[in-house]
């Protein structure tokens, strides 16, 4: 008797390419026209694939920009919030075919399909930092991402994406006008990196993936200019950094002002705030003293009751979202409360396995079995939640201060 052998799914298929070729050009003149973008087609790396595409994460649209630059469909790692859309998720994955990486999906069956479409020829992009920055510089990369490279061994292209942030940053309410570009920066041969060490490749990619907002402007002299420029930037700086209270900041034009005391920032063309001592500081800076004042006040404060907002609540599965409506949050420092006229859900960062924010204006919350989206007000920091719950973890675990572990905390 004969045994029957699985066959092997068809990953790569002529409709990815050519229906993305068909819709680039769209893309393209809106993105030039909008952003000011500057790019190169790449049109010598046609046929000579596959290549694994990094890039630094900037804006939701980082994906169109990277794509519309090669001659090739690129295959996307992409979080499950793409594929629980409904009908908009069958539409994606029939045109793009995204790889999922999830909680719910293991990453076994994530490697076994990159490595499919890889075998089938297909190109992978990814952006290993795995989420949009939110201060201006690009965060940490993922380990796992080297291990992939060397599992992989076909060669890998660095792309910078340069002024994108600065023209909406992930705090911003409205966009702003400015020049903004991207560019290959480097292209890594198998031959090169199979000969070095899992860390110093690491090194390596994380070079020449980082991009500094504020020192790309000085070097450029762009000017990013717009109505409301300082609109959302208390969902960054939320502290009151002369009263150290948390969400009483509220910005107005260029403004971010508080409601407890004279703290001002006025938010500059050239991304920097100037505070009333006619200091200049980046946003980057401002997130540090913002990370550390919240540590200390969360650390210090008697009240176990932080904050109470309005949200709107939606369950999250792996192929689809329901919607609960409209909840009261309560955020405490052990744990958050939603509370609607019939039901009530209390989740203990005990059994929360990892908060994180999603765009500009959500937040999921992970748990054992379950995973929950809260979608805040536009002008309420979705960050609070990530740094509340991880001071509470730390806390617990020990941890007197950040001072000097800052960067270990928020994305």
């Known amino acids: 008797m004969?045994?029957?052998?699985?066959?092997?799914?068809?990953?790569?298929?002529?409709?990815?390419?050519?229906?993305?070729?068909?819709?680039?050009?769209?893309?393209?003149?809106?993105?030039?026209?909008?952003y000011k973008l500057s790019f190169k087609k790449y049109k010598a790396l046609n046929k000579k694939g596959p290549f694994i595409v990094l890039a630094n994460h900037t804006v939701n649209i980082d994906p169109m920009i990277m794509g519309m630059q090669f001659p090739f469909h690129l295959y996307y790692i992409a979080t499950e919030q793409v594929f629980n859309l409904g009908f908009l998720s069958k539409v994606i994955k029939f045109i793009v075919n995204p790889i999922k990486k999830s909680k719910s999906v293991s990453d076994m069956e994530t490697i076994r399909k990159t490595k499919r479409i890889v075998q089938q020829g297909g190109s992978i992009g990814i952006f290993p930092e795995g989420n949009t920055s939110y201060s201006g510089?690009?965060?940490?990369?993922?380990?796992?991402?080297?291990?992939?490279?060397?599992?992989?061994?076909?060669?890998?292209?660095?792309?910078?994406?340069?002024?994108?942030?600065?023209?909406?940053?992930?705090?911003?309410?409205?966009?702003?006008?400015?020049?903004?570009?991207?560019?290959?920066?480097?292209?890594?041969?198998?031959?090169?990196?199979l000969e070095m060490s899992d860390e110093d490749l690491f090194y390596e990619i994380e070079e020449h993936l980082y991009v500094d907002a504020y020192a790309d402007q000085e070097t450029s002299g762009h000017l990013y200019k717009g109505k409301h420029i300082a609109h959302g930037l208390e969902k960054l700086i939320f502290m009151d950094l002369v009263s150290n209270k948390p969400f009483v900041t509220y910005s107005k034009g260029d403004k971010l002002k508080s409601h407890d005391s004279d703290f001002e920032l006025t938010y500059l063309p050239t991304c920097k705030v100037i505070d009333?001592?006619?200091?200049?500081?980046?946003?980057v800076e401002m997130e540090r003293l913002v990370k550390i004042a919240y540590f200390n006040y969360y650390k210090e404060t008697k009240e176990s009751l932080l904050l109470e907002e309005e949200v709107q609540l939606v369950k999250s599965f792996a192929t689809h979202k329901e919607k609960l409506g409209k909840y009261t949050l309560k955020l405490f420092k052990e744990k958050l409360s939603l509370i609607s006229s019939d039901h009530t859900l209390d989740f203990s960062f005990d059994?929360?396995?990892?908060?994180?924010?999603?765009?500009?204006?959500?937040?999921?919350?992970?748990?054992?079995?379950?995973?929950?989206?809260?979608?805040?007000?536009?002008?309420?920091?979705?960050?609070?939640?990530?740094?509340?719950?991880?001071?509470?973890?730390?806390?617990?675990?020990?941890?007197?201060?950040?001072?000097?572990?800052?960067?270990?905390?928020?994305?």
């Open 351 to 411: 059994e929360v396995i990892n908060i994180v924010m999603q765009g500009k204006y959500q937040v999921i919350i992970y748990l054992p079995n379950e995973t929950y989206m809260m979608r805040l007000d536009d002008y309420s920091s979705i960050y609070k939640y990530v740094l509340t719950y991880q001071y509470y973890k730390y806390i617990k675990d020990g941890g007197i201060s950040i001072d000097d572990k800052h960067f270990n905390f928020g994305i």
């Open 2 to 34: 004969e045994l029957s052998m699985k066959k092997t799914p068809k990953e790569v298929r002529l409709r990815h390419q050519v229906l993305t070729r068909l819709i680039v050009p769209f893309v393209r003149i809106y993105i030039v026209i909008k």
């Open 137 to 193: 510089q690009t965060v940490q990369i993922m380990p796992a991402t080297v291990k992939l490279i060397k599992m992989l061994k076909i060669p890998v292209i660095i792309m910078n994406i340069k002024g994108m942030y600065l023209s909406y940053p992930r705090w911003a309410i409205y966009k702003k006008k400015g020049k903004t570009e991207t560019f290959i920066k480097k292209i890594i041969l198998p031959e090169t990196y």
């Open 276 to 283: 009333k001592d006619n200091q200049l500081h980046t946003l």
